[in-house]
Every structure is written in structure tokens, then in C-alpha cells.
């Protein structure tokens, strides 16, 4: 995990924040807009000075002790909280996505705790969700917490509404990230009203391989679904079904759309053959996801 | 319906294993999906169903099965025949002389000839049979119901101009026989005669242009008039088209001698003489003479005609070894001013006997003397050796001397022996009287020429080395025939019999026959033809040749002892073949019997049937590339 998110990536990201929508009322009532390491008295963090960056937060006590230049944060006083859910259904072990949902989930928080957001990783199984850290502040936390994301476990099967809605989701103070492939019949839009109705950023991230996308399997074929084994599709797979296939697919996303378009709520959709970097640097930024 | 390859069926055996195949990968595979609800909502985004799609892989399966059906009838080769459909050609093909004649178009007639057989079989309908019949010299059929045609085109290829006067008439009879025997549907002539065609026969005429110039004879002649010697050269010259204006040039061993023009009327002929001093005889020695007409015609090889001497290279070269040789230079001086060359050297026994034998001669004459040994590589005469000699082929018995007037010695009855015809040709034959004489007891087969009291007294026949060998048991100056006119006839015969020329004529029209007579000193003949071909003879005996070709034969003799002869024949083209446009009288025509089989049309459907098989097996990959891609 470490290799993939390395700090150059990382530090790379520090220059990106997560957007928040305008109209979230901050617990502590003030605008994500101004929310930066602020001008508040309580200390929050180091960091390396770069170029640009305001000289007269520079901390010479550091310098004349360490020789090198860093700034001196302090915590602003309007923190957001980011939760991210992340599906950890069997049918999100198949190819990389279950791997590359963990990488986005760890890049996504470091976004946060470079802000110094508090933030929060949940895995979200069956009807229940799992926390995997909560509530860290602050990048020292925040790599103490992330070994954790090598012991996830993708099993079983899924429903994000159900386990959503039960738990804590908060009130108005930030962004909830949930990232899964959505390749269900089980309900999900529950979770969105639900969480717009607590005036959670709602963000849905649907991941999906290559060939989840353009199935490249033909003939006659017995599909068994990873989560159930009860369930299955028993077909020839001819030119004909894969054009449907793609339409049906077309279909889902076209429903996420709608839907979190109706709720002010964001829907993205991403190959996972993409790389983490032109994810961020790319697809995230031109979406308005990150700025 | 045939199959050439029959075997190729076993191709279909792969049909059950394809259907095998198919029914094994038909099974419905099963496999684990991250999510089975996407195929599940696929359905309802089907489009109304193709009945095709249902069908899709037993269509497959049954192109396949189709296109390896039509593979292994491809590799089968099946052949379809089709009863009477094609026809059973014969074509007569007229390779006389005159078929040499350029064409406007620079081939010769036989290469139109050629060239128009050549569509014909290449537009034959399959199933159709060849037959070539070759009308030359020796009308023949080349070959008989070919139905490859490639292998009919080779054949004909190799029909060459025959330097021979044209038998049409045997061509059509084989033909004839042909058409009887039930091989031949349909017959073309192709000559550039204009004959007369009846029934049966499809003419093409390949003659196209019809100027030609020919020397027809050519004659030399020495005269005087008024003491002055002179050589008059003629060449007889025929225009065969057209009145014209001709010029002549003469040739003395290769250099111009003097040119002559005149008018020439079509179809007359007109002498070109040229006329020279001959001053100290300065055209009297050659070895060759021709006449060349410089005009342009379409037809060169009739137009120069060659004259070869014969003298430089018949020259018999004789070795006398006598103590009394004066019969012998008389009658080899007589001889030599009488057509026959003769260069002789005389030595006496003692010097003989002391040298290390004689080489290089054609004749060694021992008179009154026995050598130790006979020559090896030389014919010889004996003349009254009175001792035995090893393989001469005699003993020597006893010296015999008669009171006068001595015996009469007669010729022997021996008209059926060809030796013996030879030797005594133009012979009066009249009885030699004889006072002293020796006993010989011989051990070889000899003929016998003269005897007395069955004594053979004159004989001939081969010694022990395979050379001609001719024996006179008595010594000239004890006999009168020296005194005969027989003496000069039969040393004559014996000169021609132990020395033969090779030739008598040396000017020949194409395809007479060359009677060769080798001396026994020939070692091998080789005869380089006016094209350049070198053909070997044989040097035992007569050996007969051939002239297939206009114009120069080279004839190398290669003799003992390193000598060589070499000797030029001219070889003319075939008077009546150099008429351009001749016209045949006679009126051709074949008998074709009503009911003449006809040859099956062939329909090889190798090509056809791969066709189909490839095409089915795109549209089988048609068929799976919309179903994959």
C-alpha cells in the first residue's frame, strides 16, 4: 500500500483539497471555503516550507535548531469531518478493485488530514459497517492508522443502505465517500437521501475492472454471483446479450446519475486500470471532486 | 464423375471429430462472476431475439462441416466427363523446306505454323485430344490423342524445319488412317502451299510474303582462247515472284572475286557468268568456291551455293622400299596426272632395314624384299617376298622358275566376292604370263585375284594387323603385265582399295545420303552441320549419312599418326522447295465416318470446389467475427 501511495504522491496531493458543496453547514458554522490550516491558537502540525508559502509562518525557533525551514499550522476552527465507506462485498475482490477502492480510500483521506479534516474509513459488509479508524486528525494519525487497510478482507455481500442508515453518519460537517461497484439490486438510494437529509457531501465513487466493462467471456455460460451462489445467470453470450450487457451497465450508472443529480449529491465512475495518479490528477480534478 | 485422388475423402473423417468437438464445447461452462446482476438486467435490454442467434453455432457447425465436405472433394480432384462434348484434333503440320521463309513479321512460316496450333490447343475445351502428324521427308505422326496439353505443346516445339521436299500427300493418307481408326474428329492443315482441299480438312495458309531469290546451280570452267587460260564462273538464278534487278558476287576461298547484276525474269533462269584471265593459274587452286546473291529476300538459304575442291586433302602418300622401283614410279607418275594425287618416296631395302620402319604412310610397297616386320598403321603391298613375313598371313614355301614361255596366270572366278569386284573393276582381264614365281601356303582368309593351277598368285584381304594387305607372288620384271593396260587399271584399284577417299562428290542437295569410305588409318570422324551440331561416325567400312540441313558440312577425319583431313561439303536447298507460293494440285480431303468418336469434354472441378470451400470457410469467420467482435 505504501509503495503505490508514496509520499511523493502524497505531498503531490497536499496541494489538492477535497471540495465541499457551498451549502454544508459546518458543525462549527463557518465555510469549508476558509478552512485551511487557520489562524486559530491551537497547534495542529508541521510542515515543510515551499516556496509560495507564507514567510511569516515560518518557525525560526525550528530553523535555528534544525536548519531547515518549516511552517508552523495551526487547526482552523472550521473542521470538517470526511467519512469514507468503502463496499467490502466478495464481488468487490474480483479483479483489482477491491485493492485499488482501498488505495482511493487511503488517498482520499490524506486529502482530509492534510486539511486537517477529521477523518474516518469504514468498511461497510452485509448490514453492518466496520470502522477501520475514526476520527483521525492530523497526518501523523493518519499513517499510524493506514497499515490497517492491509488487513481488509472483501467477503460476503452488501447492503449500503441498510448499514449506512444505521450508523452514526453525523450532521452537516462534512463529506461522505462511499466507494463500491454498485452491482447490485440491493438498495442504495435509501443511503443518499439519508445522508443529504443529514446534510452530509455526498460523493458515490463507482469502481469497475476492464472487464466488468467489456466482458470478454462468449458462449454459453453459467454465471454465478461471487456474493450469493444462489443467484446466477444461465445464457449464451452472444453479440446480441453484450450489447445489452452494455446497456444494462449504461443503465446503472445512468440511474446514479440521475438520482445524485437530484440530490445534489456526485456520482463518479472510474475503470480501475486507471492509474491513482491520473485518477486524482485527472479524472477527480476535472470533475470538481477535488480542487 | 471421376476422382483423381480418391483418398482425399478421408478429409471427411474430421467431420465426426468437429461434431465431437462441438458437442463437448456446447457445454454450458460455469464460471464466478463478481456479480450476477448486471447479466440478469442484461435481459431485459435484449433486443427481440434474433432466431439466427439461437442457431448461430450449429450454423457454424454446419459450414464447417460444409467447407471440410468441399476440401476433401477438392483434394479428391473430382473430374467430370461429359460424353462427345470435345473434339479429337489432329493437326498435319507441313515442316518442308519452304516453311523456313520468313514471314512479314520476321518468324518463319513453321514458327506461324506453330504459333496458330498453339492458340488452337491452348483454346481447346478440356477432354479434347492432340495428334501431330509431321508432313516432311518422312511424313510421321509425332503423337497420337495427347490430352496434356503442355506435354503437346513440348512435342511440338520440337518440330524443326526438315530441309526436305514436302509429302502432303503422305500426311493426309496418315491422317487418313487416323480419322479410319477412329482417333480423330477434326483435322487442320497448316502449310504455305495453296492446295486443293475437299472434305474433312480445315486449311491455314501461314504464307504471307513471297519474294525469293535462289541459285540453282552453280558451274566452274577453265578454257583458253588463243593460248590465254581463263576461268569462267556461272551461276544459274531464278526470281520466283517478281522480275528483278539481282546482283551476284563470286567467292574464292572467301574473297570476292568480282560481282555481276542483271535482270532476272520471274521464273526463268538467268545466268550471272563472270569471266577472268587465269594467269598463272591463279584460279586454279582453291578450296572453295560461291556464288552469293546480295539482294534481300525472305528466304537466305538458297541464296549461295558452295563449291568445295577435294584435291588439297586426297593425297596418297606412298613409301617404296625396292632395289628396282621403276614400274612402280611409272605407273604412280602416270597416275598422278590422271585425278588420283600421289606423292611417293622410294628407299632401298638396305636403307629400310636400317631406319626404324615406316610411319606415316598410307601405302608401303615392299618389292622383292621381306621386312622383319610389317607396318602397323600402313596398308601394304608385296611384291614377290621371298620369305615368310610374321602376320602377313602367309608362309613363303618355295622359289619356282618355268621354262619359257612360262605359265599363263589367269583371274580368278570370284565375280561375288565385293573385294574382288573392286579390285578387277574395269579390268580387260587378260592373262599374265609368268616365268618365275614363289609358293606361298596361306593362314588368313585372303580373295584371290589371280592364280594359276589354283596357286593364288594376286591375293588380298587384311594381315595381322587388321591392315589391307595386297600380294603379287612374282616380280614385275619377270612377268609381262607391266606391259598390260590391266597393270595401270588394277594398280589403280589397288591405290583407291588400300587408300580410300573419304568422298567422291562434294556437292549434295539436303537430305541426300554421304557414303563415307574410311581408310583403316581412321580414327574417328566428326561432321560440325551447317546449325553448329556436332554428330560422330563410326570409321569401320561405308558408313552412310544424312544431310538434315542447308548449307556448310564440316567433315574432320582425324587420322594416325596426328594426321587429320578435313574436308567441306555444300548441301542445297530442295529446288522445289524455294518457290514461295507453289501451288499443289492434288485435292486433299479426309473421310471423317459420321459416327467418329469424339473425345469426352473434361470438367476438372479442383478449382471449383476449393472456391466453394473458401468460401464457406469466410463465411464461417464472418459468421464469428460478428458473434466475437
Redo the contacts between chains.
Sequence with gaps: MNQIIDERFLSQLELFSLAIKDNVAGLFGGTHQSKKYGTSCEFADYREYVEGDDISKIDWNIYGRFEQLYLKLYLDEKQMYTKIYIDAS???S??N?GEYSLRLAAALAYLSVSEMDRVSIYLVKEHSIIPLFEKIIGREKFFENIAKLNEVEFSGDVYLSDAIMRSDVGFGNGKSIIIS?F???NDYFSMIDYLRDKHRDVLCIQLL?PE?INPT???????????NSN??????I????L???K???T??QDGLTNYCGSREADYAFYDTSISLRELFFDKLLNKGVIR | MSFSFPLGFLLLLAIPVLIIIYII???????????????????????KK?PL??I??LLNLIIQCLCITFLSFSLAEPIFNFKNASENEVYILDASASMEMLNSDGSTRLESAKKEISDLVDKASNGSTFTLVVSDSNSRTLCQNIQDKDVFNSILNRVDIDYSESSLENAISLAQSISSNGKGSHFSLFTDKEVKIGEGIETYNVADTNNNYAISDFRVNNFKEEDVPYVLYEADVVSYSEDASLEVEFFLDDKSIGKVSNEVKQNEVTTFSLKLENANDAYTNYSSLKAVINNEDYLKEDSEYIIYNSEDFDTTEILIVSNSPFYFESVFNALNSNNIKIEYQTVTPAIYSMSAGSVGYDIVVFDGYAPEALPVDSAVWLFNCGDSIPNSGFYFQKEYTVADPGIKASYANNNDDLLYQELTKNLVKRDITIKTYLRYTLNSKFTTILSYDNLPFIFAGRNGFNQKEIVFNFDLHNSNFPLLADFIILMRNCIRYSNPSILDKFNYKSHDDVVFTFPDTALSCEITTPSGTKDYLSTSDLQSYTLDEVGTYSITVELANNKTRKINIFSSFPVNERVPVSVDENTYSIIISADAPKADFVFNALLSTLIVALILLLADWMLYS???F
Design positions: 466478495r464481488s468487490m474480483f479483479f478493485k461497484d452491482l447490485t439490486n475492472a466488468e467471456s462468449r458462449g454459453k455460460n453459467i454465471l454465478y454471483d461471487s456474493e443467484k446466477f445467470f444461465k445464457g449464451n452472444t453479440r446480441d446479450l450489447d445489452a450487457y446497456k444494462a451497465l443503465h446503472i | 464445447k456446447n457445454k454450458y461452462k460455469e464460471k464466478v462472476v463478481s456479480s450476477s446482476y448486471i447479466w440478469e438486467l442484461s435481459k431485459k435490454f435484449l433486443k434474433n442467434n439461437s448461430a453455432n460478428h458473434e466475437q
